[in-house]
């Protein structure tokens, strides 16, 4: 069974920073591409950012492209989200997902219970 733990939300100021973690279990993490969707109160879930299996190839929403980083360590199973000049509109709860296949526009496969990110103005 493959579980995926969101750790890292919280309430911070417009312009700070926050990084959001996601450890994973119950298959080779590092066979499979990984992402990040949110969703936001009244609003349909979005897609954020996704990464390969190893790394090398990254994607991004337009609106959050320059400001968000995500990233991944095969070692210790764990997918990392860096944002940073947040914003109130990046307000949401914050899901990790697991994908089909290793490249990143592979679909999803497995969800995260979310964390929620607040953004002060």
């Known amino acids: 069974q493959v579980q995926l733990v969101e750790s890292g939300g919280g309430l911070v100021q417009a312009g700070g920073s926050l990084r959001l973690s996601c450890a994973a279990s119950?298959?080779?993490?590092?066979?499979?591409?990984m992402g990040w969707f949110r969703q936001a109160p009244g609003k349909e879930r979005e897609f954020v950012a996704a990464i390969s299996w190893d790394g090398d190839s990254t994607e991004y929403a337009d609106s959050v492209k320059g400001r968000f980083t995500i990233s991944r360590d095969n070692a210790k199973n764990t997918m990392y989200l860096q944002m940073n000049s947040l914003k109130p509109e990046d307000t949401a709860i914050y899901y990790c997902t697991s994908h089909r296949r290793g490249g990143v526009q592979s679909s999803v496969q497995y969800w995260g219970q979310g964390t929620q990110v607040t953004v002060s103005s």
């Open positions: 119950g298959r080779t993490f590092s066979a499979y591409a």
